[in-house]
């Protein structure tokens, strides 16, 4: 078993036993990642091996002061931002003046299993489905979603607002119920 | 509340894997393994791009060694005295000279006797001996000026050698009287093969004219083998070019359309180097005169106590514009101020007041008055608009580009200058009564090191030649300046 350092200072040094190595420790981590960018599975693997590749290009400039698989996330999201970026510009880049999110209600996703969770994240449009990733998964501010797709505040505030009404009407549609952490009402 | 929302996403998302499928670190490794051979041969393209540059800069330096070599070689003065010595032999009468008529070059042996053949020469002619010989050594001493290049000097019809023609002499007008002590062996071989040059001319019965047809034979024998004329199948090449414009094409498909690029740029550049003005000095005062004929005109202006050719300086400043054309090649022009500066001696005691600046009373040679020797500098002044095409042959933070072009250099001035004060400088423009082209044409070639500093600034040194394709005077001069120089150049690239 190799620790993290081994396997960047093998990987950065082109040894291919060690390259595989890496991949199968973070492929299934980060996979979970790029389906949740992706339109499709296949779509998911193309950014997941272009991130690998880009991973093993940039190994010897990593200088640890993050952790490894914090790292590799960041250069997947950033893949799958720049696979997307040409689609985003189809976003109407129509500002939402005042957006006011009326949403009150607990909800539960534990009657959910990941792989149908993650079939409704795909169904949306590019532009909710990237926006809605960075603000509820990843945690960026609108701010910053504004700053590293290149549209206003009010773009993807109005973008993850959609997002958060599609996900809504795709969760009833479903026929499960997702209110009251699980408890039907 | 406002986040529950999110915090289920989370949630629901947190710690999930996914198994990729196989084919993907497959198609991973295939790519990872392409990119290490494009590594590869980015590497060896780019180090096939440096050696041919390195190439092409060593013939040119080679080039521009040989032609300094051929002008201020001693063949050239050797082949001035040589033209001293057969004008004074062509004005003596036929009946004064002695001998048989002077041999034609190339009706002897050939110039390249084997040292073999040269030591059978050693012995017979040892043996041989012969007033015949005597009788041509005045042609001998020619011939062999002609041969070898060593000075003959002529004095009231009597010929002086020294070196090499000396020793034949010797060894010509008494048989077997070589001094061993006075020349070293290859001396002695290299002289008795160039005395047996003219040879086949004299009578064939003379034991000496036997043995260089038996060297001939053996020397024409081992021509038939050695000839350097040899034919060599030409080996299938590998077809550079197309290789570089495919991995252009790649370049391109990697970088996309969005790569930053130098598009357009201005540098300012200054220089420093040498000014070769020529073997017989086109740029001194000897030159600037059109009576070259008149022989009291010729001592105007001495040149300095070198037997080279007069070396002085260049120095040169200006502003380039330049534009990328293709990804490869750029186009480069601008305007330059050059400045020639190059040294002489002169005797002359009105430095140029009445007789260089003005063409036409260069031709009153009488007037001019002599005094002791003194050092003049002659500063050329231009301004140059250039024009150079460039290909980029290595386009990265570092870089690396051969130029040539042309440039049309515009005579300010030429100002003599006496450093020792004794006479007053003397400034001459162009015009139809000046000595000096208006304009010079000049063929330009540099190679160009360079270092992107930022996005908007580069730095690169620049080693160049400029060789006129005129000379600078009018007339009186065949020979062609150059300069070699190496310069320094900022470009600020605005986009």
Redesign the interface.
């Known amino acids: 078993m190799f620790s993290d350092k081994e396997l960047i200072k093998g990987c950065a040094e082109g040894n291919r036993a060690l390259q595989k190595a890496l991949y199968d420790r973070y492929c299934r981590k980060l996979m979970a990642i790029c389906l949740r960018y992706a339109r499709s599975t296949a779509e998911a693997e193309d950014i997941l091996q272009e991130g690998f590749m880009k991973v093993f290009a940039n190994l010897k400039g990593f200088r640890s002061e993050s952790r490894l698989d914090t790292w590799m996330t960041r250069i997947m999201i950033n893949t799958a931002l720049n696979q997307n970026r040409q689609k985003l510009y189809l976003i109407p880049m129509v500002d939402v003046n005042e957006v006011t999110i009326q949403d009150t209600e607990e909800i539960s996703l534990a009657r959910f299993h990941f792989s149908e969770l993650i079939l409704i994240v795909q169904s949306l449009p590019d532009g909710c489905r990237v926006v809605f990733n960075l603000f509820a998964i990843e945690g960026y501010g609108h701010k910053e979603i504004a700053s590293m797709l290149n549209i206003s505040e009010g773009t993807s505030k109005s973008q993850y607002n959609r997002a958060k009404s599609l996900l809504r009407a795709k969760l009833i549609e479903s026929g499960k119920e997702y209110r009251g952490y699980g408890k039907k009402i | 509340?406002?986040r529950?929302?999110?915090e289920?996403?989370?949630?629901?998302?947190e710690g999930?894997?996914?198994?990729?499928?196989g084919?993907?670190?497959k198609?991973?490794?295939s790519?990872?393994i392409a990119?290490?051979n494009k590594g590869m041969k980015r590497k060896v393209v780019f180090y096939q791009r440096l050696a041919a540059a390195s190439v092409l800069f060593a013939f040119l330096l080679g080039a521009l060694s040989f032609y300094s070599w051929r002008n201020n070689s001693p063949g050239r003065e050797g082949t001035a005295a040589l033209s001293h010595v057969t004008s004074a032999y062509a004005e003596t009468a036929p009946a004064e000279r002695p001998g048989p008529p002077p041999p034609r070059r190339g009706v002897g042996l050939p110039d390249d006797v084997s040292a073999g053949a040269a030591s059978a020469k050693v012995e017979a002619l040892a043996q041989a001996g012969g007033d015949n010989k005597a009788a041509v050594n005045q042609d001998k001493d020619i011939d062999n000026a002609r041969n070898t290049g060593r000075t003959v000097e002529v004095s009231n019809g009597v010929h002086r050698t020294t070196g090499i023609n000396a020793i034949v002499d010797n060894r010509t007008r008494t048989p077997g009287a070589i001094n061993p002590a006075s020349a070293d062996s290859a001396t002695v071989e290299t002289s008795l093969s160039q005395a047996t040059v003219s040879t086949p001319t004299m009578s064939g019965s003379t034991p000496g004219s036997e043995v260089n047809e038996q060297s001939l034979q053996q020397r024409t024998a081992a021509k038939v083998v050695e000839s350097p004329i040899k034919i060599q199948k030409k080996k299938k090449e590998e077809p550079i070019l197309p290789d570089i414009l495919a991995t252009d094409e790649n370049e391109k498909k990697r970088n996309g359309p969005d790569r930053f690029r130098e598009d357009l740029w201005a540098s300012l550049s200054v220089a420093a180097g040498n000014y070769n003005s020529g073997a017989l000095a086109p740029g001194s005062p000897v030159v600037a005169s059109p009576s070259s004929s008149n022989s009291a005109m010729s001592m105007v202006f001495v040149r300095s106590n070198v037997s080279r050719a007069p070396v002085g300086s260049s120095r040169s400043a200006g502003l380039t514009i330049g534009k990328r054309i293709t990804r490869r090649w750029v186009i480069q022009s601008g305007i330059n101020y050059l400045n020639q500066i190059s040294g002489y001696t002169s005797n002359s005691s009105s430095l140029g007041q009445a007789y260089l600046a003005n063409y036409s009373s260069l031709k009153q040679a009488s007037s001019v008055t002599f005094t002791n020797t003194y050092p003049i500098n002659s500063v050329l002044e231009f301004v140059s608009i250039p024009v150079q095409a460039g290909y980029l042959i290595v386009d990265r933070k570092l870089g690396f580009q051969m130029n040539a072009g042309v440039s049309a250099d515009f005579l300010i001035r030429n100002t003599l200058q006496d450093p020792s004060g004794q006479v007053s400088s003397f400034s001459q423009g162009a015009g139809t009564d000046s000595p000096y082209r208006s304009v010079n044409w000049a063929g330009l070639i540099s190679t160009e090191l360079s270092y992107r500093m930022s996005r908007q600034y580069r730095i690169s040194i620049v080693p160049g030649i400029r060789y006129l394709f005129d000379p600078v005077f009018k007339s009186g001069s065949a020979d062609h300046p150059y300069v070699t120089d190496i310069g320094f150049r900022f470009r600020y690239i605005l986009r």
Not at chain 2, 16 to 21: I, K, L, W, Y
């Open positions: 509340m406002e529950r929302f999110e289920a996403w989370r949630k629901a998302m999930a894997e996914v198994e990729p499928s084919e993907t670190w198609a991973m490794e790519e990872l990119e290490e």
